[in-house]
């Protein structure tokens, strides 16, 4: 016949458990830790190393250590204004926003629109056609000038 326990003993005996495991778990793991710090401290090392090798190896598989190469990309644009900064232009005091195919169609939709802003446009941006097209200017203005091209999103 079973034995019947009172709460009371029940909650004793798993205190007195408790108590037991945890000194016998402190004692042995404070003893054999401090004893191996060393071997601790490298194994922890070798398996962050491990964990940065394996995630580079898999990264390397993919686009995404290349995505500041592909043109359409934010990234991409992201490189461009790092180098512009790396060449000593530090506050980029220029408006500078990403021109991806699809701003460069929206323009050209609204150029077809409304060809008089187009033709304004053309004529302001004189000979430097590189930097200063209808397309790039728009833009520009749509973005409110020199300002981060998200900054709209943000208000």
């Known amino acids: 016949m079973a034995k019947i326990i009172s709460v009371k003993e029940k909650a004793s005996w798993k205190n007195k458990k408790k108590i037991i495991l945890k000194q016998f778990f402190n004692d042995k793991s404070e003893k054999w830790c401090s004893s191996n710090r060393n071997i601790i401290i490298g194994l922890i090392i070798l398996v962050s190393v491990l964990f940065?090798?394996?995630?580079?190896?898999?990264?390397n598989d993919t686009h995404l250590i290349n995505s500041h190469q592909w043109k359409e990309s934010d990234m991409s644009f992201f490189d461009t204004w790092a180098s512009i900064i790396s060449e000593g232009n530090i506050l980029s005091d220029t408006a500078l926003h990403p021109m991806h195919q699809w701003t460069k169609a929206v323009a050209a939709r609204y150029f077809k629109d409304h060809p008089a802003v187009y033709e304004s446009l053309k004529k302001q941006s004189g000979s430097d056609t590189l930097k200063n097209t209808p397309?790039?200017?728009?833009?520009?203005?749509?973005?409110?000038g020199k300002r981060f091209h998200q900054e709209p999103l943000y208000v």
């Open 135 to 144: 397309s790039k200017m728009l833009w520009d203005k749509w973005y409110g």
């Open 52 to 59: 940065r090798v394996v995630y580079f190896n898999q990264i």
